[in-house]
């Protein structure tokens, strides 16, 4: 299972660290993403990391400004976001997926199998 904490109401340009602690033994292999819904919108993708953390991907909106990291010992996969705006205003979700340790992750969200219950992020201009 996996929680998400560290939403909140900040104001444009701010920061904010989001969490995502996972239970279970096998966390580890797991690929990791971020995803985020706005009202009206659908899911998008924000970031995705690999189960070692090696390789990272953005989503372009986001490129420059968020940073996907994970500590495997901890079983936690954490975003900070930098200069906020209200567009990104949204639920954010984590998610994961056992590769057994492979190479594989996606920008998919049905790609993922395991999804926490969101935490809302609001950004005030």
């Known amino acids: 299972q996996l929680q998400a904490s560290g939403g909140g109401l900040v104001q444009a340009g701010d920061s904010l660290t989001l969490s995502c602690q996972a239970s279970?033994?096998?966390?580890?292999?797991?690929?990791m993403a971020w995803f985020r819904q706005a009202p009206g919108k659908e899911r998008e993708f924000v970031a995705r990391?690999?189960?070692?953390?090696?390789?990272?991907g953005y989503a372009d909106s986001v490129k420059g400004r968020f940073t996907i990291f994970r500590d495997n010992a901890k079983k936690t996969v954490a975003l900070t976001m930098k200069y906020l705006s209200p567009e990104d205003t949204a639920t954010y979700y984590c998610?994961?997926?056992?590769?057994?340790?492979?190479?594989?992750?996606?920008?998919?969200?049905?790609?993922?199998?395991?999804w926490g219950q969101g935490t809302q992020v609001t950004v005030s201009s």
């Open positions: 998610a994961g997926k056992n590769t057994n340790y492979g190479g594989s992750y996606s920008t998919e969200a049905k790609w993922y199998d395991n």
């Open positions: 279970g033994p096998r966390f580890g292999g797991y690929a």
């Open positions: 990391i690999s189960w070692s953390g090696s390789y990272t």
